[in-house]
């Protein structure tokens, strides 16, 4: 069982990985950009876009300031790659990664009674 549980956060993040990448692929082979104009007119270009890009970036907002405030938890790891890799390569890959790693660091964790 221990092993599994990694192994499952470690799948979802390598789906997330790709899942999304695709479309970002397919964004930027048409002429898409991280530059803020680009970018930010296409997340925001209409209501449902507008939600979406919301919605996302507040979870990955709550991401980012939990992992900080769970730094130097017995299985918890340094939450700066995964701070990185949210805002940078996405929040389906960054979460999955962390807690496929912090279930792996948990499992080495001597438990109390």
């Known amino acids: 069982m221990q092993t599994r549980v990694p192994t499952m956060y470690y799948l979802l993040a390598a789906i997330g990985l790709f899942a999304t990448w ?3 692929v397919q964004f930027f ?3 898409g950009s991280v530059a803020p104009g680009s970018f930010f007119g296409s997340a925001f270009a209409n209501a449902l876009t507008t939600a979406i890009t919301v919605d996302i970036y507040w979870a990955a ?5 939990w992992v900080i ?16 890799l949210c805002f ?5 890959f960054a979460l999955p990664l962390y807690l496929g790693r912090r279930s792996q660091l948990l499992a080495r964790v001597p438990r109390t009674a």
């Open 69 to 84: 405030l769970e730094r130097g938890r017995a299985g918890s790891p340094s939450p700066w790659l995964y701070i990185v």
């Open 29 to 31: 082979v048409g002429g």
């Open 88 to 92: 940078g390569v996405g929040l389906a």
């Open 61 to 65: 907002l709550v991401f980012a300031i």
């Open 22 to 24: 695709y479309f970002n």
